[in-house]
RNA sequence: GCCGGCGUAGCUCAGCCUGGUAGAGCAGCGGUCUUUUAAACCGAGGGUCCGGGGUUCGAGUCCCCGCGCCGGCACCA
């Protein structure tokens, strides 16, 4: 777009840059330091009258002009403080040029903190400078930004506008940083793997492709952490974890985003029984992290994420439902159809089909079935672990087993990965391994109905 | 990929059924106003009605194609 065919109101602000570059105003200034942060600033008064004055900055987000006076709301990072601009105070120049200010604008502002006739915290500005002047207006004060294309595509101006995203947010950081210090705690290594991959394996996925020139050959972004984790594990390190972004070349939904966020741990010595405590303390540890109790809601539905959970085979689940007993991927199917939407509780559903499951460890007592779980809360899944498949034989013919289903034409079907096999022939410790969902999670404790409401940037289609 | 809904001023939305010169509020611009807070009041502006084609004397409105967004299905352990 050019210059000539931007709307009115950004033409104004362009020449009101000119005209303030022409007062010998710098519109992109530096070397404000604010004091205090907003709600700092209001905490100082307490309940005092008025306090020494303090710095604050931030972004103008309201202008109510009075004639000789003016008030301003100041959004920080922190929250909003209200400014008082006086034409007494000011001057006649100063007071102008606030009055000219835009919604938008980045201010820092100098003052006593006051309460004015009606409570409201103020700060009284005795002096102020513009620090980054805006040239495109903010959505509206009252309604907000609610365009979920322009909320998601600049995210930044949904920032602004609805400062509760930030919230949701900062949530998720800290339900993650829980996370790492429960994991921590708990003796396990936090590491990096490679993300661009020779052999895209760990799940069930198509993958992206990718080209490396220098090496003039094709790798693939990873869709999972574990074939890496459990080399890790070969390699003597005994409880491994990682938090990293995985990327899966399929659809879209409000509960799918090509890439997003899986949390994988592996531990030595354990088993899937001692894998479901470990995932019972995360939830607890990540709804403590997102500031909300056990007893919660999920989009109006309630829901008890207090442990200790449901632990269900997945044949009995299905037997009770639909009175059929099935094995294989036809279990499977059933189960996803007929009972996971009503698992509304959270139910570790556990022993899942061999046929689907090429890494997890055979159950002793029946063959067709693995010692494998997956946490399903409000009928999404949030989890999936197993007891590992330790023995390199076995994990021979399962890959091969995908590989005749790849070569039937299964583009999800895991790939042979020689040298998985080769370092589990050097000896995998017996192992519990564990995947958890991250944007899921953080969905469920934000209580936000889509994935791209816990992405900040989710994948979009080109903007036309 | 399939089905449905939506797309109008910077933002939030009417108008579309039933075709007849494009509207409101906020924001912006000009003015009044020195403790307001969705400030108030007065005034003048601002539009590729998502894009293209068609029907019609006349299309924001009806039809077709395309694009984007949302939801559902498919896919996704």
Redesign the pocket.
């Known amino acids: 777009?050019t210059e000539e065919?931007?709307?009115?109101?950004?033409r104004?602000?362009r020449k009101?840059l000119e005209r303030l570059r022409a007062a010998a105003i710098d519109p992109y200034s530096r070397g404000f330091k604010p004091t205090h942060s907003t709600a700092a600033a209001k905490a100082l008064l307490g309940d005092g009258e008025r306090t020494e004055p303090v710095a604050v900055a931030g972004r103008l987000m309201?202008?109510?002009?009075?004639?000789?006076?003016?008030?301003?709301?100041l959004q920080d990072e922190a929250g909003r403080l209200?400014l008082?601009a006086?034409?007494?105070?000011l001057g006649e120049r100063d007071f102008d040029l606030f009055?000219?200010l835009?919604?938008?604008d980045l201010i820092g502002a100098k003052g006593p903190i006051?309460?004015?006739?009606?409570?409201?915290v103020?700060l009284?500005i005795h002096s102020f400078q513009l620090l980054t002047k805006s040239l495109?207006?903010?959505?509206?004060?009252?309604?907000?930004?609610?365009?979920?294309?322009?909320?998601?595509?600049q995210r930044y101006?949904d920032l602004i506008?609805n400062p509760e995203v930030r919230d949701v947010f900062r949530a998720r950081t800290k339900i993650i940083a829980g996370l790492r210090n429960l994991l921590d705690q708990a003796g396990f290594l936090e590491v990096e793997t490679p993300v661009l991959q020779e052999v895209p394996g760990?799940?069930?996925?198509?993958p992206f492709v990718t080209h490396h020139e220098a090496l003039s050959r094709d790798l693939f972004l990873r869709?999972?952490l574990?074939l890496h984790l459990k080399r890790l594990l070969v390699g003597g390190f005994e409880r491994v974890y990682e938090i990293g972004r995985v990327f899966?070349n399929?659809?879209?939904?409000?509960?799918?985003n090509p890439e997003f966020t899986m949390l994988e741990c592996y531990e030595a010595y354990a088993d899937y029984n001692d894998v479901m405590r470990l995932v019972e303390d995360m939830v607890v540890t990540a709804t403590a992290a997102a500031g909300r109790s056990a007893n919660t809601r999920y989009q109006g539905e309630e829901i008890n994420l207090a442990p200790p959970f449901r632990r269900e085979r997945m044949a009995d689940l299905v037997l009770e439902r639909t009175g059929r007993q099935a094995v294989g991927k036809e279990l499977?199917d059933l189960f996803?159809?007929y009972v996971q939407p009503n698992l509304r509780e959270p139910t570790f559903v556990t022993d899942?089909p061999i046929?689907?499951?090429?890494?997890?460890r055979r159950r002793d007592d029946d063959p067709r079935f693995v010692e494998r779980f997956?946490l399903v809360i409000l009928g999404r899944?949030y989890a999936?672990a197993f007891t590992e498949l330790t023995d390199p034989i076995d994990q021979r013919q399962r890959f091969e087993a995908?590989a005749a289903q790849r070569a039937a034409g299964?583009v999800?079907a895991?790939p042979m990965d020689e040298d998985f096999l080769r370092a589990v022939e050097y000896g995998l410790p017996p192992c519990g391994g564990l995947?958890v969902g991250i944007d899921r999670l953080v969905m469920l404790l934000t209580d936000q109905?889509?994935i791209?409401d816990v992405i900040l940037f989710?994948?979009?289609?080109?903007?036309?």
């Open positions: 777009m065919d931007e709307p009115e109101v950004i104004d602000r009101k309201v202008k109510r002009l009075m004639g000789g006076s003016a008030f301003a709301d209200q008082f006086s034409r007494e105070i009055a000219d835009d919604a938008g006051f309460r004015t006739r009606r409570g409201e103020t009284e495109r207006p903010l959505p509206e004060k009252w309604h907000g930004l609610k365009d979920v294309e322009i909320r998601y595509r101006v506008a760990g799940g069930h996925a198509r869709i999972a574990e899966r399929e659809g879209l939904s409000p509960r799918h499977n996803e159809e899942y046929e689907i499951s090429p890494l997890a997956e899944e999936n995908q299964d999800e895991h995947g109905p889509s791209r989710p994948v979009m289609k080109a903007e036309s």
